[in-house]
């Protein structure tokens, strides 16, 4: 299925995409630190474009493959991550900006700038590149990564806050 999204346009399999996800584990299944906590709790406060988006790719926002904290204010987490979805990318580039390069090392950055704004501070953008690819995730797949600015919603004071 063809789809665009801002400046992407992706060929997606969001059925076999759909499947791989139902046997996955849940983030918190996966990782009891404070923040993927209250990432899998805090997705339910997102909103209905948000989550029409993640059903038509067929991804459970649930179920990451990563997601860490950058830094929190006035308890809203801002998260980074990213999801693997079944397809390709047939017109986008990378959100990641190359910041310094050597023979031997390349330091990059996500550029905020460069991600699509799918609602109440929820953005996306899609690479080529996967990072811990599950072996039995089907092929061929895109990474789609996030930045999201969620509430803190776990009952127990805020880790992250200064």
């Known amino acids: 299925m063809r789809l665009i999204i ?8 969001a059925e076999e995409t759909r499947y791989y ?9 996966g990782c009891c630190c404070d923040g993927c906590q ?5 997705t339910d406060q997102i909103t209905f474009e948000v989550s029409k988006l ?6 459970d926002i649930k179920k990451p493959a990563e997601v ?16 693997h979805i079944c397809g390709e990318i047939i017109k986008g580039e990378s959100p990641w900006v190359i910041t310094s390069k050597t023979e031997d090392t ?3 950055n996500l550029a905020e700038e460069n991600m699509i704004d799918i609602g109440n501070k929820y953005k996306i953008a899609f690479q080529e590149e996967c ?12 990474q789609m990564e996030i930045l999201a600015y969620l509430p803190w919603v776990i009952r127990k004071p805020n880790s992250y806050e200064n």
């Open 6 to 13: 801002g400046d992407y346009i992706l060929d997606i399999n």
């Open 21 to 29: 996800y139902t046997s996955e584990r849940y983030i918190s299944e």
């Open 38 to 42: 209250n990432y899998e709790l805090a």
């Open 54 to 59: 993640f059903e038509k790719l067929g991804v």
């Open 68 to 83: 860490y904290v950058n830094y929190s204010e006035n308890n809203i987490l801002c998260y980074g991550g990213f999801y």
């Open 106 to 108: 390349m330091t990059s």
């Open 131 to 142: 990072s811990l690819l599950n072996k039995n995730f089907p092929r061929p797949c895109i």
